[in-house]
C-alpha cells in the first residue's frame, strides 16, 4: 500500500471505508525485549493485517521502526508459525511431531503436573522457564505467575540479563531503575555510551543522540571493546579490554580529584563518602595502572576525565556490555558514582540513563501475585538451567519443564549441559511458542503462541516513560493461543479457582491500579489514545536537588548496605573471572577474550530463523585481530573453531581492525539447528554468576581459535 492510499487515523480500532474495502488501522505496541517499545499502526483489511509501521505520533517512536520490526508481518503470517499443538514422535532433539488438538494437549499437561504435584518430590519438581519473548505485562508476568505461585511450583529467578547492573545500580543510587529523561538527551553536549551499542539495541534513542550532536554540537564517545556499529559512527572509541569498565571509571575519577575538576558544591549536598571515596581513586587507581588494566592510554583517559567534568549537560547512556562479565555489578555500581562528581545530575537530559522501567510504579504484586507462593519455595536460577535440569541443584528434581516467551536451547549459557539435561527421558518438557526453535525439539508437547497483532496487552518500557495498550489487531493465527490463555485453561483443568483467573481487561485494570506515576491512566483511556506519559514532570531530572533514595539520603560513593552484605563498600575493580592477567594459567591455553552480543539484525534468538534476517545477518562470524589471526595462520574468511573446556563452535573468520590483539568478538543468538556444525556461541559460555544479582556472564569467556581442516586450500587445523 502506498502512503497516499493509507487512511486518515482514526481513534484506535475504528474502521473507516475506503472505495472498496473496509479497512481498519489498529495502534499497537511492539513487544521486543527492547528498551525502545515503539508505537506501531497496523492497516487492517478483511481480517488480514496488509501494513505495519511506526507511529510517527509516537513521541519516542517517531515514525520509523528498526529492521526487524519493519518485518514483522512475515513473521506473523510466516509460513513457519506454529499452527496447531505437537506431540513428540521421534527422540527427544529430533524435532519429529505430530499434531494433536488442544484438548489432549492441555490434559496431557494438566496430567504431568498432576502427577509431579502429588509425588513424593511434589509440586517443586515443575519449573517454568520464561523470559521477555514479549515485553508485555500480561503475556509475559500474569496468570503465569499466578498459575505456578498456586501449584507451588519452583520459582525462577530471571536473571539472564539486567540484574547484576540493577543490584549495583541500586548500591548508588537508591533506585534500581532511575535515572536522566530519554527525551532531554537531545539537550546534552556530551555522551557517553558505555557497553552500550545504542545505534542499533536502543536505535530511537540513538537517533536522539544524533539530533543531540546536530543542534548541541554533542560529542559522542563510545566505550567499547569492539568498534560496534555505535562505535564506528561515535566521535571517539575507548576500545577498553572487556570486563575492566570499574577500573577506567575510577582512573576517571583519579584523575577529576587530582586535577581538582569535581564539582564540590554538588557532591557536599548529594554524595555520600566522598573522603574515602577520593582516596581510593587517588591511591589506587593512578592512570598508569589504569592503562595497563584496561589497555587503553594515559592520555585518553585524562582526555576524557576532563572533557566529562567540563562539559554541561552530560549523559553517560550505562548498558549491558559491562554487566555480563564476572565484576558486573561493581562496574555498573562505580560508572554510577560518575555524574554526581561533575554535578551532571543538575542538568535535563544528564547524569546517568541504565532504564527507565521502575518509573512506572506497577501494581505487580496484584497481577502476580506473590502472596500465593508457599513459604519455603525454592529459587532456580535461570542462568542454571544447566544445574538445574543435571540435578546439581538443592532441591527436588526437575521433572516437568514449561517453557514460554524463551529459546533456553539457544540463548542459556553452556549450552552443551542445557541439552544433555533436556534430552533427558524422564522430563517431561512443554513448550510454547511462534515457532518450532530449538528449545521446541526437545519438548514432548509443543503450543502455537499468538503474536502481538493476536492479544491483549499494556506495556511500560525500560528506555521511556510512556504506558501503551496493544489491543488484538487480528484474530489468531490457526488454533494459537496466547500465554494467559492457556494458563487459564490450565487452571480450569487443575481445578484452581477461577477467580484468580479472569480475562486480560480485569489484568491490565488490575496492574494499572499502581504508584502515583500511573494516576488517571486506566484502561479506558488507553483504549482511546493507546499511549498515555507517565506523571511526570517534563522534563524528569530525578536527582536535580541532589536527594536520592539511598539510605543516607545522597548517591552514595561509600555504601554501608554493601559492607553488610559482604561487599567492598567502596568501588573497586573485580578483574574478569576468565582474565588473561589474572589467570595466567587459563590464558595460556585460551589465550583471547571472547564477547558474544546479538548480531544488529536479531533479537537475541528471534528472526534467527526467518530467511530475510538470516540473509542480512550472513552466517556465524568470528571478528578477531590481523596478530591474533597471523599467529594462528588464519586468513579472512577462513572456517574456524572457536573453543575452550566448555564446548566449541564454527564461525568464519573476519581479520581486521574492529578488536584489539587478545579480544574477539562473535555475534549471536544463531539457533543450532541453523548454523554450521550445529552449535551457537552458547556452547562456549559458563554458567559462572556475577558478583550481584546472580547475573548471566555471557561476555567473560578465554577462548582458542584454530583453522579448520577442511578450508579449500588448508593444511592447518585438525
Ligand atoms: N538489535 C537488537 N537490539 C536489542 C537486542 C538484540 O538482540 N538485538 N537485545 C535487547 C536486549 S534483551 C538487551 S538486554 C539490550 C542490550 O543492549 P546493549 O547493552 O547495547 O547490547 P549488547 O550488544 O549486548 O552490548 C553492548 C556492547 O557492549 C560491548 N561490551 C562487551 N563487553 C564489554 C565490556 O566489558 N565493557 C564495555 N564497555 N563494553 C562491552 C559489546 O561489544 C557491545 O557492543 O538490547 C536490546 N536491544
Ligand atoms: N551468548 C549470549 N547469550 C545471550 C545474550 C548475549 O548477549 N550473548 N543475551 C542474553 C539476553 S540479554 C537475553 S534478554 C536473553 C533472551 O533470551 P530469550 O528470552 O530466550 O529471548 P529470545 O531469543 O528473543 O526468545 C524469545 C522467544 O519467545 C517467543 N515468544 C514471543 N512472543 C511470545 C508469546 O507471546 N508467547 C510465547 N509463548 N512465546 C513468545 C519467541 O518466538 C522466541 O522464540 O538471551 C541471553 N543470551
Ligand atoms: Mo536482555
Known amino acids: 500500500m502506498s502512503p497516499s492510499d493509507q487512511p486518515a487515523i482514526p481513534r484506535n480500532g475504528l474502521a473507516t471505508a475506503s472505495a472498496h474495502h473496509v479497512r481498519k488501522v489498529v495502534k499497537a505496541v511492539c513487544p521486543l525485549d527492547c528498551p525502545d517499545t515503539c508505537g506501531m499502526v497496523v492497516t487492517i483489511e478483511r481480517g488480514k493485517a496488509i501494513d505495519l509501521r511506526g507511529d510517527k505520533d509516537h513521541p519516542f517512536t517517531r515514525g520509523f521502526l528498526c529492521r526487524k520490526m519493519a518485518r514483522y508481518l512475515d513473521r506473523v503470517y510466516s509460513p513457519q508459525r506454529l499452527t496447531q499443538p505437537l506431540k513428540r514422535v521421534g527422540s527427544k532433539g529430533e524435532s519429529r511431531f505430530e499434531p494433536i488438538g488442544w484438548d489432549e494437549a492441555l490434559d496431557t499437561i494438566a496430567q504431568a503436573m498432576r502427577e509431579a504435584i502429588s509425588s513424593p518430590e511434589g509440586p517443586q519438581s515443575i519449573l517454568p522457564y520464561s523470559y521477555c519473548g514479549t515485553m508485555g505485562k500480561i503475556q509475559s508476568s500474569g496468570l503465569d505467575r499466578r498459575f505456578f505461585h498456586r501449584i507451588g511450583a519452583s520459582l525462577l529467578d530471571r536473571t539472564i540479563c539486567a540484574t547484576a547492573g540493577t543490584v549495583g ?135 576524557l576525565a576532563r572533557r566529562y567534568a567540563a562539559t554541561h549537560p552530560s549523559l553517560i547512556r550505562l548498558n549491558y556490555g559491562l554487566q555480563r562479565h564476572r565484576g558486573g555489578g561493581m562496574a555498573v555500581r562505580t560508572v554510577a558514582c560518575l555524574p554526581v562528581l561533575v554535578g551532571a545530575w543538575k542538568y535535563p537530559g544528564g547524569g546517568a540513563l541504565l532504564s527507565t522501567s521502575n518509573s512506572f510504579g506497577w501494581n505487580d504484586a496484584a497481577l502476580e501475585r506473590p502472596d500465593l507462593i508457599p513459604p519455603g519455595t525454592r529459587t532456580v536460577n535461570m542462568n542454571q538451567l544447566a544445574e538445574a535440569l543435571l540435578g546439581e541443584l538443592p532441591g527436588p528434581p526437575v521433572k516437568v519443564l514449561y517453557v514460554y516467551n524463551s529459546n533456553p536451547a539457544a540463548v542459556a549459557p553452556d549450552q552443551s549441559r542445557v541439552h544433555r539435561g533436556l534430552a533427558r527421558d524422564d522430563l517431561f518438557t512443554v513448550v510454547h511458542d511462534l515457532f518450532l526453535t530449538d528449545t521446541a525439539d526437545f519438548a514432548d508437547l509443543v503450543l502455537p503462541a499468538t503474536s502481538q497483532l493476536e492479544h491483549h496487552d499494556i506495556h511500560g518500557a525500560y528506555g521511556h516513560h510512556f504506558v501503551m495498550y496493544n489491543a488484538p489487531a487480528i484474530a489468531p493465527v490457526g488454533e494459537s493461543k496466547s500465554n494467559s490463555e492457556v494458563f487459564r485453561l490450565l487452571a480450569q483443568r487443575l481445578g484452581l479457582e477461577s477467580e ?51 539510605p543516607s539520603g545522597k548517591c552514595e560513593l561509600r555504601s554501608e548496605t554493601m559492607a553488610r552484605d559482604g561487599y567492598d563498600s567502596l568501588p573497586t575493580y573485580i578483574p574478569p573471572r576468565e582474565d588473561p592477567q589474572t589467570r595466567p594459567d587459563l590464558a595460556a591455553r585460551f589465550p583471547l577474550q571472547l564477547i558474544t552480543p546479538p548480531h544488529p539484525q536479531f533479537l537475541n534468538s528471534t528472526f534467527a530463523n526467518e530467511e530475510h534476517h538470516l540473509k542480512l545477518a550472513g552466517p556465524q562470524v568470528v571478528e578477531l585481530a590481523a596478530a591474533d589471526a597471523q599467529t594462528r595462520g588464519i586468513a579472512d574468511g577462513d572456517r574456524v573453531a572457536v573453543f575452550n573446556d566448555r564446548g566449541q563452535f564454527e564461525a568464519f573468520a573476519r581479520v581486521g581492525d574492529t578488536v584489539r590483539p587478545g579480544v574477539a568478538v562473535a555475534f549471536g543468538i544463531h539457533w543450532n539447528k541453523q548454523v554450521q556444525g550445529g552449535r551457537n556461541v552458547n556452547f562456549i559460555t559458563s554458567t559462572a554468576l556475577t558478583d550481584m544479582g546472580g547475573g548471566a556472564t555471557f561476555f567473560d569467556n578465554l577462548v582458542e581459535i584454530r583453522k579448520l581442516a577442511d578450508n579449500p586450500g588448508s593444511e592447518a587445523g585438525t
Open 500 to 550: 484468580l483467573f479472569p480475562d486480560d481487561e480485569t489484568l491490565i485494570r488490575e496492574v494499572l491500579n499502581g504508584g502515583p506515576a500511573l494516576q488517571g491512566i486506566t484502561l479506558e483511556r488507553l483504549k482511546e489514545t493507546y499511549s498515555i506519559r507517565l506523571n511526570l514532570p517534563s522534563p524528569f531530572v530525578p536527582f536535580a536537588d541532589g536527594a536520592f533514595p539511598t
Open 169 to 303: 545500580y541500586q548500591y548508588t543510587m537508591g533506585s534500581p531503575r532511575h535515572g536522566a529523561d530519554p527525551l532531554a538527551v537531545t539537550g546534552c553536549r556530551l555522551i557517553l555510551n558505555w557497553g552500550s551499542n545504542t545505534a542499533s539495541t536502543n536505535s530511537h534513542l540513538w537517533s536522539l543522540m544524533i539530533q543531540a550532536r546536530k543542534t548541541q554540537g554533542a560529542l559522542i564517545v563510545t566505550i567499547d571493546p569492539h568498534r560496534s556499529e555505535t562505535a564506528a559512527r561515535s566521535d571517539l572509541h575507548l576500545p577498553i579490554r572487556p570486563g575492566t569498565d570499574a577500573a577506567l571509571a575510577l582512573g576517571l575519577a583519579h584523575v577529576i580529584f587530582r586535577e581538582g575538576l569535581e564539582d564540590r558544591a554538588f557532591l557536599e549536598k548529594a554524595a555520600h563518602g566522598v573522603a574515602d571515596f577520593r582516596t581510593r581513586a587517588l591511591e589506587e587507581f593512578p592512570p598508569e595502572r589504569v592503562a595497563a588494566i584496561t589497555g587503553l592510554e594515559v592520555a585518553a583517559i585524562e582526555d
